[in-house]
């Protein structure tokens, strides 16, 4: 069972380049999220999904994009990246119907906009 | 905006001492969970307290939530190497919002042999 993956792990990109963060579970999760982690501020929530269709903003959405066609897929996109979007991105998914629905996260990537 | 306040954020210890790692705030949380993530690679969940004043133990670990849901605490007893990490708390507000976690700041742990 693979869980939660993520594409690419590393990325390097100049200001005002776009690019897409994959993001696939294979779960049958109904719930996916994207959060960012940045050194002492844990991780912060910057799109979340509840089903194929459905996206709302999270904490920090401002700069990404997302949707969500399928129930495995919720890509993020970068529209003109800046240096403040330098991070490790973190995609999400959970069970809203399993016990307390922990989140199984990707294993991240690491992105750094010179 | 709900905020969890971590503390310490920083934690160097000797193998066998033991810590606590707190995490608090001004609001209630449906539920409160603790994460554990190791460098390059996503956190893994603990432990989920959802009961005021519950206390779970996983082996040498202790999670405790507090009587009114606004604080929790991580305890470890004779900690030892293979417990370094980065140790998050993260509290839901329960519902729609199950994929809407609050995340503290984190705590970085080193044990030393």
């Known amino acids: 069972n693979a869980g939660v993956t993520q594409t690419p792990k590393f990325q390097v990109l100049k200001t005002g380049q776009s690019m897409t963060l994959q993001c696939a579970q294979d779960m049958n999760h109904e719930y996916m999220s994207w959060y960012r982690q940045d050194p002492g501020m844990g991780l912060r929530l910057i799109h979340y999904?509840?089903?194929?269709?459905?996206?709302d903003q999270g904490e920090v959405p401002n700069g990404y994009n997302v949707s969500r066609s399928t129930t495995e897929d919720f890509p993020l996109r970068l529209l003109s990246a800046a240096p403040s979007q330098t991070s490790v991105y973190f995609c999400?998914?959970?069970?809203?119907?399993?016990?307390?629905?922990?989140?199984?996260f990707g294993n991240g990537t690491r992105l750094t906009v010179t | 905006t709900q905020l969890l306040e971590q503390s310490p954020q920083f934690l160097s210890i000797q193998e066998g001492e033991n810590l606590t790692v707190y995490c608090n705030s001004s609001?209630?949380?449906?539920?409160l969970q603790w994460y554990r993530q190791e460098p390059g690679e996503g956190p893994v969940l603990l432990v989920t307290?959802?009961?005021?004043?519950e206390v779970k133990k996983l082996k040498r670990l202790t999670f405790q939530f507090g009587d009114a849901r606004k604080d929790s605490s991580l305890h470890i007893t004779a900690a030892q190497p293979g417990d370094t990490g980065l140790y998050l708390c993260a509290g839901g507000a329960g519902g729609t919002s199950y994929g809407k976690l609050t995340f503290g700041q984190g705590t970085i742990l080193t044990v030393h042999p």
């Open positions: 999400a998914s959970n069970d809203p119907d399993s016990y307390n629905s922990p989140l199984h």
């Open positions: 999904s509840v089903g194929a269709g459905i996206t």
């Open positions: 609001s209630v949380f449906s539920s």
């Open positions: 307290v959802v009961t005021g004043g």
